[in-house]
C-alpha cells in the first residue's frame, strides 16, 4: 500500500494523463452518442399535385394565371388563353408538360413576317370575305385564331345581339382583342348592314 502512496513525479505526472485521457475520451462517446441519437431522418413521399397553376402571356387573347390539371401539357395552356393570329408558336415545345409556378410567354411573329403575310392575303383575288352574320362556326374556324370555342362565341353573340353591324363589333365578343379585329378585317364582312 505504502508503494501505492509513493509515486515519483514522473509517475503522477503519467496517471494524471491518463486519468484525464479517459476522462475525455468518455466525453467524446457520450457527445457523439447525443449526436447521433438526435439526428432523425425521415423520407415521407411527395404527394403529386392533382392541379398546377400556370401564367400565359405575350400573342395571346386572354393572358392570365390558368389552374390545369397536373402532367397538362403547354399546348392545353395555351388553348386556354386563345392564341392571337401573331402568335408564334414555331419555337414552343408544344408537348412539353407543365410544372406548377411555370410563367410561358408566347412571342409574336416578326412584323416584316406578318406583313408579308398580309400583303399576300390581300394580293389573292381569289380569296372571299367571310360575313360574320351568315357564317357557320366551322367556317368561323377558317379565320386566322379563330379556334372552335371562339367561333361558338361569334355565333353565340350574334344569336343574342343580333347581327354584327360593323366589324369593329367584333371586339365584343369576349376573347376577341383590338388587336385580331385588325388582323381580320381584310378577311370578314358584315354583309349588308346598315
Do not use: C, K, W
Not at 441519437?37 to 392533382?50: F, I, K, M, W, Y
Request: no cysteine; proline share 8%.
Amino acid at each position: 500500500m505504502e508503494r501505492l502512496r509513493r509515486l515519483t513525479p514522473i509517475q503522477s505526472l503519467i496517471v494524471g494523463f491518463l486519468a484525464g485521457l479517459f476522462v475525455a475520451l468518455a466525453l467524446a462517446l457520450l457527445r457523439q452518442e447525443r449526436t447521433h441519437g438526435d439526428l432523425v431522418l425521415r423520407v415521407e413521399p411527395l404527394e403529386t399535385p392533382s392541379e398546377i397553376s400556370v401564367y400565359v402571356s405575350g400573342a395571346v387573347a386572354q393572358p392570365g394565371l390558368y389552374t390545369l390539371p397536373a402532367g397538362s401539357r403547354l399546348v392545353d395552356a395555351l388553348e386556354r388563353a386563345v392564341l392571337l393570329p401573331g402568335a408564334d408558336t414555331s419555337r414552343l415545345p408544344l408537348a412539353e408538360r407543365l410544372r406548377d409556378g411555370q410563367s410561358i410567354v408566347v412571342p409574336e411573329r416578326p412584323a416584316q413576317e406578318t406583313g408579308s403575310e398580309a400583303a399576300a392575303t390581300a394580293a389573292e383575288p381569289s380569296s372571299t370575305l367571310i360575313d360574320l352574320n351568315t357564317a357557320s362556326a366551322d367556317e368561323l374556324e377558317t379565320l386566322p385564331g379563330i379556334g372552335p370555342v371562339l367561333a361558338e362565341r361569334i355565333v353565340a353573340y350574334r344569336t343574342e345581339h343580333g347581327p354584327f353591324r360593323s366589324v369593329d363589333e367584333l371586339a365584343e365578343v369576349r376573347g376577341i382583342s383590338p388587336r385580331m379585329v385588325d388582323e381580320l378585317r381584310g378577311l370578314v364582312t358584315v354583309g349588308g348592314v346598315p
